[in-house]
């Protein structure tokens, strides 16, 4: 009796051992995701450009036999000799499912404000599967950091060059102002107005000033007659001088 009750437990945990091994692990693990980051194709030597947008494409493939979720698209700048942490790019998120064996292509836009030269550029791709979120790297490789190209049409650039102009404009005429000593005006005296000396006299519309006429005119001259009665010639007074007489003659009656 002993011996078959010893039999049957060893044939139990056999069993048991063997439903163990045999069994697939409760834990499934992580979805075999793919992702590839490349620039367009004109810009073929990988520029980044200060202060612009710049793009890169994603692709993502799901090999699995799972749904997944991309959750987000990030990444980071390093130096190129001692990969030393120069910046991280802040991550874009996009949560678009991903079903089992599809694939898909995510724009990504960075922006960058370093010095030119080289750096190197690392993204990735997190995703979510049963809830755990698992991350891939799509992208590991050297850039080159570079300046905006001028332009004539750029208005910020013109806008620029005012702001400078004038200022150095206005620093030069205050220079020339302060140190370049400026030519003194020289006053001139304003000329007098002879003023008529004496009384001015003036009889109606046809008025006269007596201090401009000859005092001769005011005078009588005497006249010498002849035997015959009748003035020389030198005596005769013109009629000019009668009507000058007789006008201060009124004038002193009044």
């Known amino acids: 009796m002993r ?7 060893g044939a139990g945990v056999l069993a048991l051992c063997h ?3 045999s069994s697939p692990l409760s834990s499934p693990g992580q979805p075999e995701i793919v992702a590839v980051a490349a620039f367009p194709e004109d810009n073929a030597f990988h520029h980044v450009v200060n202060g612009q947008k710049n793009n890169i494409f994603v692709t993502i493939e799901n090999k699995s036999d ?4 991309v959750q ?7 130096q190129v000799d001692s990969n ?6 802040t991550a ?8 089992e064996g599809s694939k898909l292509q995510l724009p990504f836009n960075f922006h960058s404000e370093f010095r030119p030269g080289d750096l190197r550029l690392t993204l990735w791709v997190d995703h979510v599967a049963d809830g755990e979120t698992s991350r891939v790297h799509a992208y590991e490789s050297v850039v080159t950091i570079v300046e905006p190209e001028g332009s004539w049409l750029d208005w910020k650039l013109w806008l620029t060059y005012a702001i400078v102009s004038a200022g150095l404009g206005g620093l030069g005429y205050y220079t020339y102002l302060t140190f370049i000593p400026q030519p003194k005006k020289r006053k001139t005296a304003p000329s007098a107005v002879s003023a008529p000396v004496g009384t001015v006299t003036a009889t109606g519309a046809g008025g006269y000033q007596e201090e ?10 005497k006249t010498r007659r002849t035997k015959s009665g009748a003035a020389t010639s030198g005596d005769e007074t013109s009629g000019a001088e009668v009507s000058m007489s007789e006008v201060r003659k009124r004038k002193g009656k009044k």
Do not use: C, D, Q
């Open 3 to 9: 011996f078959e009750s010893f039999v049957g437990f």
């Open 19 to 21: 439903m163990a091994i």
């Open 66 to 69: 799972r749904n997944v979720t």
């Open 72 to 78: 987000s698209i990030g990444g980071s700048f390093h």
């Open 84 to 89: 030393k942490l120069v910046k991280n790019i």
């Open 92 to 99: 874009v998120p996009y949560k678009v499912p991903l079903l």
């Open 212 to 221: 401009w006429i000859p005092e001769h005119h005011f005078k009588k001259p």
